[in-house]
């Protein structure tokens, strides 16, 4: 993978987070990626989340598979703990990864040809045993790297920069997540700054499962008249269901909605989601509504986005499975052989 290290020169006035670090800290190596791809602007929304949550860069662990959107953590956070796994295997890389150490914060990368195709299990069982960690899909509805081929989330009679108009259905990432149990489901678009940030940083601030499926227009392939994944096409049909702020639990809560308007919902550290609700039909709490509702828009050719499903307290993986609050390399000999009198105890336990 070629990359460009990025010059150390910075202006000294650069304002800085609460933990010292400035918006450059962020930052990595120089994107390689086609001018105007909406990678970059991802990578760059993933940045601004980091640096206004005072995230320590060490505490992050990146993780992607292989495609257009799994290099870019080359682009971000370049003091952050990074894994590059093969094609289709991140999810199972971030899980594994995360049982051994949970102090850290998991954030995978990946593509629709990554998740939706042969990743596709993976991701399914990622879902379903609600693995804390953000989970972001760059999609483009095409395979990039292989010169513009429809991936599985191509819309059936999207056509292609060559005039191919692609025949079959198309893999639903974000009703698949909400049918899995994922606890946190997001769509945004990657020309919308100011609604992917808070996004990005709700997710890091949940406990479970967070996936954010993000639009992501390949300018090179994929950005044309009669595609469906194009920057005009997402603009004209883009229907937002819902504007979110976080609100840090140390700060006053105050709010100037009218009743009705507004959903606030706790996080397990405090934080408070402000939903300001543009559409009063939509209930981001309700599994089953919120798919229904989803499937309503899509049938009037809608691309909803916004915060689409959200759960708190539900049990993430550690908890489901009683894992070890400490982090697995730091336990010792005395902790994982604790002797013959405990082994047999706990055999006894096991006999009929």
């Not at 989330?153 to 920069?161: L, M, Q």
């Not at 996004?199 to 996936?211: E, N, R, S, Y």
Request: proline letters at 3%; one cysteine or more; charged letters at 20%.
């Amino acid at each position: 993978m070629t990359w460009i290290a990025k010059p150390q020169l910075r202006h000294p006035s650069l304002a800085e987070n609460k933990v010292g670090h400035t918006r450059r800290d962020y930052e990595g190596a120089v994107s390689t990626l086609c001018a105007g791809c909406g990678h970059d602007s991802v990578s760059a929304a993933i940045v601004q989340a980091c640096w206004e949550l005072d995230i320590e860069p060490h505490r992050v662990a990146k993780l992607s598979g292989i495609g257009c959107s799994s290099k870019t953590p080359t682009y971000f956070l370049g003091a952050s703990h990074g894994f590059n796994s093969v094609h289709g295997r991140m999810p199972s890389v971030a899980t594994g990864a995360n049982l051994a150490n949970r102090e850290l914060l998991y954030l995978g990368i990946s593509g629709d040809g990554d998740s939706a195709s042969i990743g596709l299990g993976q991701f399914a069982h990622c879902m379903r045993r609600n693995v804390n960690m953000v989970y972001i899909v760059e999609n483009n509805g095409v395979y990039g790297l292989t010169k513009g081929q429809f991936s599985a989330t191509a819309d059936k009679g999207s056509k292609s920069k060559r005039g191919v108009v692609n025949k079959d259905n198309p893999v639903d990432l974000v009703a698949m997540a909400m049918q899995l149990g994922a606890s946190f489901v997001a769509r945004s678009f990657s020309g919308d700054k100011a609604q992917l940030v808070p996004l990005i940083k709700a997710a890091m601030g949940h406990d479970g499962a967070a996936f954010i499926d993000v639009l992501s227009p390949c300018v090179t392939f994929n950005n044309h008249a009669g595609s469906t994944h194009s920057y005009d096409w997402v603009r004209e049909h883009n229907e937002t269901v819902n504007r979110i702020d976080l609100v840090l639990g140390r700060q006053e809560i105050t709010v100037d909605y009218a009743p009705g308007e507004l959903i606030a919902v706790t996080q397990h550290d405090g934080r408070v989601l402000r939903l300001r609700k543009l559409h009063a039909d939509h209930d981001p709490t309700d599994r089953v509504a919120a798919m229904a509702y989803m499937q309503a828009r899509a049938q009037q050719g809608e691309i909803v986005t916004g915060l689409l499903y959200l759960e708190t307290g539900m049990e993430d993986l550690h908890a489901a499975q009683h894992t070890s609050m400490r982090p697995l390399n730091s336990l010792g000999s005395a902790d994982l052989c604790p002797g013959a009198a405990q082994l047999a105890r706990i055999n006894a336990s096991l006999r009929l």
